[in-house]
């Protein structure tokens, strides 16, 4: 079996991580590999971070930064990791939140050109969304199964990051990992997040700072080194590169990350140790 688990807790800030809040995630970090000084891309928005995560490159690049469907004409000069792995017989398949009519026909325009097999919108909450990934894993044995949280964000946006509304989004997003950490012995199970946010401002994300900039990062399964820390400076454009050497596949040049392999028990071949 070759699958990868992929979580984005939308919004999770690394200090929102602790064993009484989160221990789920805390023991996942602990007893796999953690990286410390994980940092996702600028502008630290969703959009940009997403399109960096779909693409393997920079917003400096990419130049997606708005939600919208401009960027579907420039998507298919692109090389998204779902349709590389898709050309090896390893589909993608998303599931996320409820959104509204025209919010879902846009991402499924987004990710359809993106070469996403599926997209399934389930729920409200965090727990509601793994219970629906927990399913689709039933039938989805190989590619990759990407699960979208955004409790986090929606708290941060209303009432402000670390506020006590956002720091029990963070508890439920944590209850939703442990469902899904049942995950962890058969796949590439990670879990990071694709912003910070009340670094400026209490209520934001988008402006230059260490606590918008900084994300959690922690990678668990079989394949994965156990009790690790990766100490350099490490950023969401490398999980697009590793994700594609995990599964054995050739890394387009045009990615601008680097591949995570010191987070991986050494073996000739990185798919072995999943096989």
């Known amino acids: ?30 007893a796999y590999t953690l990286a410390l000084h994980a940092a996702t891309v600028r502008p630290s928005t969703t959009v940009s971070a997403l399109t960096s995560l779909a693409t393997g490159l920079s917003p400096d690049t ?5 939600p919208g469907l401009g960027f579907l004409r420039r998507l ?12 090896a017989g390893h589909v993608t398949h998303i599931v996320a939140p409820e959104v509204n009519a025209m919010e ?10 993106a070469g996403v097999a599926s997209l399934t919108c389930r729920g409200r909450c965090a727990v509601d969304v ?3 990934a927990i399913e689709a894993a039933k039938s989805q044995t190989r590619g990759v199964l990407f699960v979208y949280l955004n409790d986090c964000d929606r708290a941060g946006h209303e009432h402000g990051w670390m506020s006590d509304p956002y720091l029990a989004a963070a508890e439920t997003i944590d209850a939703a990992i442990g469902r899904l950490s049942e995950l962890v012995d058969d796949s590439l199970f990670i879990v990071t997040a694709d912003h910070g946010g ?39 454009l490398d999980l697009p590169p590793t994700l594609l050497w995990w599964f054995g596949l050739e890394v387009p040049p045009s990615y601008e990350g680097r591949v995570l392999a ?12 999943a096989a």
């Open 130 to 132: 793994a219970a629906a």
């Open 104 to 113: 879902r026909s846009i991402a499924a325009a987004l990710v359809g050109a």
């Open 198 to 236: 009340g670094g400026v401002t209490a209520n934001d994300h988008h402006e230059p700072h260490a606590a918008n900039d900084q994300i959690p990062l922690v990678l668990a399964g079989p394949a994965v080194t156990r009790r690790h820390q990766l100490t350099r400076a490490v950023s969401i």
């Open 76 to 87: 298919t000069q692109l090389r998204p990791v779902a349709r590389e792995l898709g050309r």
């Open 1 to 30: 079996m070759r699958r990868v688990v992929l979580v984005l807790a939308d919004g999770l800030r690394p200090d929102a991580i602790t064993p009484s809040r989160m221990p789920s995630l805390d023991a996942l970090g602990n």
């Open 62 to 66: 990419h130049g997606f930064t708005v």
């Open 262 to 273: 010191e987070a991986f028990v050494p073996v000739a071949d990185p798919a072995e140790a």
